[in-house]
Nanobody, 121 residues
Framework: QVQLVESGGGLVQAGGSLRLSCAASGSIFSIYTMGWYRQAPGKQRELVATISSTGTTNYVDFVKGRFTISRDNVQNTVYLQMNSLKPEDTAVYYC???????????????WGQGTQVTVSS
């Protein structure tokens, strides 16, 4: 089991920055792929960025060049630095941890409770 707690959301003006944090506990953090997702009102949850256990990052096109995902395997924390924020970035941002067992193939998938990000125009 992995417990995830997000923090760092809030209200910011367009063009501003926020840094989200997700603290993990309960298992070996370093073996999990970590990700940030978001869900705007009336829309489906969508991927924002992921970082693998080896540090490989992946971003969706609409955040490339603006957002940076990183992880600290000592502090068991994953971060999302968000710059040049736009009103369309307004959403609840969720932290995710997942790992597929290399032998059984079972996927372990965990979510945080989410943190609200609101970008005003």
């Amino acid at each position: 089991q992995v417990q995830l707690v997000e923090s760092g959301g809030g209200l910011v003006q367009a063009g501003g920055s926020l840094r989200l944090s997700c603290a993990a506990s309960g298992s070996i953090f370093s073996i999990y792929t970590m990700g940030w997702y978001r869900q705007a009102p009336g829309k489906q949850r969508e991927l924002v960025a992921t970082i693998s256990s080896t540090g490989t990052t992946n971003y969706v096109d609409f955040v490339k060049g603006r957002f940076t995902i990183s992880r600290d395997n000592v502090q068991n924390t994953v971060y999302l630095q968000m710059n040049s924020l736009k009103p369309e970035d307004t959403a609840v941002y969720y932290c995710n941890a997942n790992r597929r067992h290399p032998i059984s193939g079972i996927l372990n998938n965990y979510w945080g409770q989410g943190t609200q990000v609101t970008v005003s125009s």
